[in-house]
């Protein structure tokens, strides 16, 4: 079944700069992607969806790109601030199931 | 607007006990998920449930049973807590099976002393 390993684990960046948060799937078949940011004691909120058909997609603050030949996912935090400390989880759709496949998350840490 | 409503917040228990957790959506999502997130590992499927009285195991449903009595509803037992075992539990719905985005709960904080 499909494979997804996120990358770094933990991040800190200071205010202002970039904060690049990469998922790497195995499944080529794979069209449906997610990005989710849990704040600190807090649930899982969805911050975008992207579908295989678009690569770039912009959001409020952020980007999310999606390179389809290397079976890459990537969120970029563009002058991110310390509202945007969490953790960040991507997830992929199992093409082969009916469930989700979660990456295993990246605790970002913005310094003021 | 819905919401996804998952009871206790904080549940303590004792090694050996039977634990239950419930979670109540009024989307009228057809579809529910229990996950478990523990530091580190990210979210882990239990158990998921396409429509009332369905149950479907996930990679992690050893140890645990589930109920989907009716389309709102979906709990879960613990069927014998673990010793020193701290972990939040997370609901999830969605309309579809796996083709939509998912509404979370606030989650579970679990500890079994």
């Known amino acids: 079944g499909e494979q997804v390993e996120q990358r770094p684990p933990h991040l800190s960046v200071r205010e202002g700069d970039s904060a690049f948060i990469t998922c790497t799937y195995t499944d080529p078949n794979s069209y449906y992607f997610f990005w989710y940011k849990q704040e600190p004691g807090a649930s899982l909120q969805l911050l975008m969806k992207?579908?295989?058909?678009?690569e770039i997609n912009e959001g409020q603050g952020f980007t999310v790109l999606l390179n389809k030949k290397d079976k890459r996912l990537s969120l970029n935090l563009t002058a991110a601030h310390p509202g945007d400390s969490a953790a960040y989880f991507c997830a992929v759709i199992d093409t082969n199931a009916y469930k989700v496949i979660f990456g295993k998350g990246t605790h970002l840490h913005v310094l003021p | 607007g819905g919401i996804i409503t998952q009871t206790p917040k904080f549940l303590i228990g004792q090694e050996g006990q039977k634990l239950t957790l419930k979670c109540q959506q009024n989307f009228n999502h057809d579809t529910m998920y229990w996950y478990r997130q523990d530091s580190g590992k990210g979210l882990r499927l239990i158990y998921y449930s396409i429509t009332e009285n369905d149950l479907q195991k996930g990679d992690l449903s050893e140890g645990y049973d589930a109920s989907r009595e009716k389309k709102s509803s979906f709990s879960l037992t613990v069927t014998s807590a673990q010793k020193n075992e701290m972990a939040v539990f997370l609901c999830a719905s969605s309309m579809g099976t796996g083709r939509s985005d998912y509404t979370f709960g606030s989650g579970t904080r679990l500890l079994v002393i």
């Open positions: 992207v579908f295989s058909s678009t």
